[in-house]
């Protein structure tokens, strides 16, 4: 089964947070590298599945499909580009058949 690509109308960036340490003063200091952009579907989970999530101290509320992609880590995040919402992901679940067409992703919103 393939993805329909009409489901990926939402773009997202991908960053990965990187913390350094300032020579002069030692404070840490936070700063984004911007790994890519991807297009996806964001869906609020249900208040059936939110229920059950919520049941194993879970804090997703929602789930995004994208294309296929290596690398992607827990520690990065997915910052929608029209409304700047920011997802951290909680797993990458590669879809049934091939593993290689698509992933979902549980994620939870940054308040």
Excluded at 17 to 34: A, K, Y
Aim: positive net charge; contains cysteine; aromatic residues 6%.
């Amino acid at each position: 089964m393939k993805l329909n690509a009409g489901r990926l109308r939402h773009r997202l960036r991908i960053e990965k947070p990187i913390v350094t340490q300032d020579p002069t003063t030692g404070e840490l200091v936070e700063t984004v590298q911007i790994i890519g952009n991807v297009f996806a579907s964001i869906e609020p989970l249900s208040a059936r599945e939110f229920i059950a999530a919520q049941s194993t101290q879970s804090q997703i509320t929602a789930r995004i499909v994208i294309r296929y992609r290596s690398g992607l880590t827990p520690d990065m995040r997915f910052v929608d580009h029209a409304n700047g919402i920011t997802y951290n992901p909680h797993g990458f679940l590669p879809d049934p058949v091939t593993g290689r067409d698509w992933l979902t992703i549980p994620c939870s919103v940054v308040a």
